[in-house]
């Protein structure tokens, strides 16, 4: 839906290295923008709050009610962000401009009385110790979260990628404004910051969907109508954000490796920072998964079943065929090859970063392991994208359960083994997910023109 291909095509005609560097540099910024602005703009809060929000509890609860409000926001419409974006572009190739809006109102309707009327239970019930303008704040954080979440799905959707990144840059610039502004109120004012910098991003993306997008009707629920949606897409979504969160739960909640900081919210301190740095070292492997995937494989891929719907000869289908498992199996190389050297430039400067940031070496042996199972994510992510080409969606659903389950299971066992086994638990689900998944994809690919053929 994206068309993201399109726009790296344009860059890599250029057949220069100046133009290679500049898909790369677009494709990075592209994929991991977003979530780099989100991780540093958090740190800057808590770094700039240090000293004036006394006592430093109150840094924590803002850094870890924040890291709940992003987490459960993603796992809730991880329901709705992948059947959406689907649905949306089903009605783009029907010339149905004018259901965009409705629908996207219609959803957020749903999402937020739902999503948002749990949160204020909970508010209400499981903070009784805290002000009510931080219960307050809860309900609107993570109201509005789930708005942008849906939100970048449209704006993705109309190719506004780079807008996605400004008001990404512009949002997270009055977080941490407004946060620096608010920080004598503590912790609330921090929360306050957080949330009043997400509203403006959130509003920025509306404005833009709006423009591009007019309709004379403002809300709609058509996505409910299950004749045009794909259920296992709801489950793909889900349970692909259970699968990536599920872990650090287990660690926040085991009283072993968590501790209680504000409220019935937990975290651990020997589990959560190295996966906060790890997340930073995937951005060439996000670049190389964008440019590859998007562009030699689609391209090719477009050229196998045009082949196919126009009847070209059986020697072209074999041959288009050929390049398109070619670019598959190199595409996913590249990308495994770019994450691992970049893992290996960590592990060498990791102790030296550390050591100057003023953290403990003990650390290490986590944050080598999470950024193995961060560069391990980028080719689920790889995985997933191809076989959602080949229109495997069943398949999708159960590997997403497998990692889900298996990241539980493995982790439990790192509970037991103690703590040098720490991290260990997703590291190997996502392994045992990708080994099923790259067996199950080969078999696909090796049928391709008879399940084509087959199937029409």
């Keep these: 839906m994206a068309g993201i291909g399109f726009e790296l095509r344009k860059l890599l005609k250029k057949k220069s290295y100046t133009g290679l560097l500049q898909t790369y540099a677009y494709a990075g910024v592209i994929s991991s923008g977003p979530w780099v602005l989100s991780i540093v703009g958090i740190l800057i809060v808590g770094l700039f709050s240090i000293g004036v929000v006394t006592p430093n509890i109150l840094i924590s609860q803002f850094q870890v009610t924040v890291t709940y409000l992003i987490s459960l926001s993603l796992i809730y419409t991880g ?19 004018h259901l965009v809006i409705p629908t996207l109102n219609g959803l957020l309707l749903i999402v937020i009385l739902f999503g948002g009327g749990l949160v204020a239970l909970a508010a209400l019930f499981l903070f009784p110790e805290e002000s009510a303008l931080y219960r307050l704040l809860l309900v609107v954080g993570f109201s509005t979260l789930c708005g942008v979440w849906l939100a970048s799905i449209l704006l993705s959707g109309i ?3 780079m807008q996605i990144v400004w008001l990404f840059a512009i949002g997270y610039s ?3 404004g407004a946060s620096f502004a608010l920080r004598s109120f503590g912790a609330e004012g921090l929360l306050m910051g957080f949330v009043l910098g997400h509203i403006v991003l959130l509003a920025g993306m509306f404005f833009q969907i709006y423009r591009s997008y007019p309709s004379n ?24 954000n259970l699968g990536l ?6 660690f926040w909640f085991n009283p072993d490796t968590g501790q209680q900081v504000i409220g019935p919210l937990h975290a651990s301190v020997i589990y959560d920072f190295p996966i906060f740095l790890a997340y930073l070292a995937i951005i060439p492997g996000m670049a190389v998964f964008l440019v590859r995937i ?8 477009d050229r196998f079943f045009t082949a196919v719907r126009e009847g070209a000869n059986l ?9 398109m498992v070619l670019s598959v199996r190199k595409g996913l190389f590249d990308i495994a090859k770019i994450q691992a050297i970049f893992t290996l430039v960590t592990f060498i400067f990791a102790p030296s970063f550390l050591a100057w940031i003023g953290i403990s070496l003990l650390y290490l042996p986590l944050l080598y392991i999470d950024v193995l199972s961060a560069g391990l994510q980028v080719m689920l992510l790889g995985l997933i994208n191809i076989m959602f080409y080949l229109d495997e969606r069943k398949v999708v659903v159960w590997l997403m359960t497998l990692f889900v389950v298996s990241n539980i299971v493995f982790t439990l066992i790192t509970f037991y083994l103690g703590v040098s086994f720490f991290g260990y638990g997703i590291a190997m689900a996502l392994i045992l997910t990708l080994v099923l998944g790259f067996i199950i994809l080969n078999h696909k690919l090796e049928r391709l023109e008879f399940d084509t053929f087959m199937m029409q």
């Design 217 to 240: 009707q403002f809300v709609g629920f058509a996505l409910f109508d299950r004749s045009k949606t794909y259920q296992s897409l709801i489950w793909t979504g889900f349970l692909f």
């Design 294 to 301: 998007e562009t030699d494989f689609a391209e090719y891929y």
């Design 174 to 176: 009055i977080v941490v």
């Design 159 to 161: 190719k506004q990628y």
């Design 79 to 97: 329901l709705a962000q992948l059947v959406f974006t689907r649905f949306i572009a089903d009605r783009l190739f029907e010339d149905g401009d």
């Design 245 to 250: 969160w599920v872990d650090k739960y287990m």
């Design 315 to 323: 020697e072209y289908i074999e041959r288009m065929r050929n390049e």
